[in-house]
């Protein structure tokens, strides 16, 4: 684990001491914010955050492969990921300490905007259940697709390229419920459980199921996985 540590530790300097990191912070924070008042112009506005988490959710396909093209693919065009791998350090501890610091950052992120659940809860009396159960719905949200950035940041040397082959299959599996709609029988049972957007919609209204967390954490160690033994191929070339 101190390596794990001493990997996540080296990239969360990087990310707090780069102006691309807080570029990319704002915007998140500026089009949540958008989001949070959207509907506040309503005759009789709900006091929640659906239309925030509905908003981030949209977000978090952009930023998340923006927070992660650089990890893997940077060292790659560097040539300093032999040096990496040659290193006393395992495959799944480089990429657990860059994919720790990403979620850290991450996180730090979402964490800002506790600002809107505080002006709710002075302004207004809302449920907290559903604002609970949507920020542990964003966090598994978030993770998810920080680890689809992890795997195509692995597969190529130039971040541009992992940016967008990351956005492409979180819009894939964004999408995929609609797809399910367009077929009928068990291919649209298999397509509508793929969907990252449906099995997201329930914390949103405060309903923590089981069966959406056992979602999230299998395609978060899925991708994960696959970005380890894409480097240990790597390392066998």
Known sequence: MQRVQAVAWKEIQVYFSSPMAYIVGMIFLAL???????DFGNPFPEASLSSFYQGATIIMILL????TMRLLAEERKLGTV??????PVRDWEVVAGKYLA???????MVALTGYYVLLLFIFASPDPGPI???????????AAALAVGMLTSSLTNNQIVAAVVAMGILLVLYFSDFAAAAVTGLPATIIGEMSIKTHFDDFGLGVIDTKHIVYFVCVTAVFLFI????LEARRWR
């Not at 032999?82 to 290193?87: F, I, R």
């Not at 990403?102 to 730090?108: G, K, R, T, Y």
């Not at 609970?132 to 978030?142: E, H, N």
């Not at 970005?227 to 894409?230: E, H, S």
């Open 82 to 87: 032999e040096l990496l791998l040659t290193a």
């Open 132 to 142: 609970y159960a949507g920020y542990l719905g964003l966090f598994l949200y978030g």
């Open 64 to 67: 998340a492969p923006a927070l």
């Open 32 to 38: 949540t914010g958008f989001f949070f008042v959207r």
């Open 227 to 230: 970005t380890v033994r894409a």
């Open 102 to 108: 990403s979620l850290v950052f991450l996180m730090a």
